[in-house]
């Protein structure tokens, strides 16, 4: 089993920045593509950004020149930098991986969550 946990949410006024991370453990396993959903009050869950193995990174229209997504594959972590942040990104926010677990095959993981919040 592989395990997400995030960290690095919190409050921030408009226009500020917050930087999220998350760590993935397990045991013989290895992960393809790492990213971060949102989800905000009475809203579904969307998608924010992804990043592939190889470091190629992909973002949703509307945080495309505010947020970064990057990883580390050797210790297993991705981050959020989230800039130029305005109320409408409040959410909680998930982390997501997915991979290969050696005799089991195919993996699709979410962290906890971590709530941002962005006062106008």
């Known amino acids: 089993q592989v395990q997400l946990v995030e960290s690095g949410g919190g409050l921030v006024q408009a226009g500020g920045s917050l930087r999220l991370s998350c760590v993935a453990s397990?045991?013989?396993?290895?992960?393809?593509?790492m990213g971060w959903y949102r989800q905000a009050p009475g809203k579904q869950r969307e998608w924010v950004a992804t990043i592939t193995s190889g470091g190629a990174p992909n973002y949703a229209n509307s945080v495309k020149g505010r947020f970064a997504v990057s990883r580390d594959n050797a210790k297993n972590m991705v981050w959020l930098q989230m800039n130029s942040l305005n109320p409408e990104d409040t959410a909680v926010y998930y982390c997501h991986a997915d991979g290969t677990i050696v005799g089991r095959g195919h993996y699709d993981e979410w962290g906890q969550g971590t709530q941002v919040t962005v006062s106008s």
């Open positions: 397990g045991s013989f396993f290895s992960i393809n593509s």
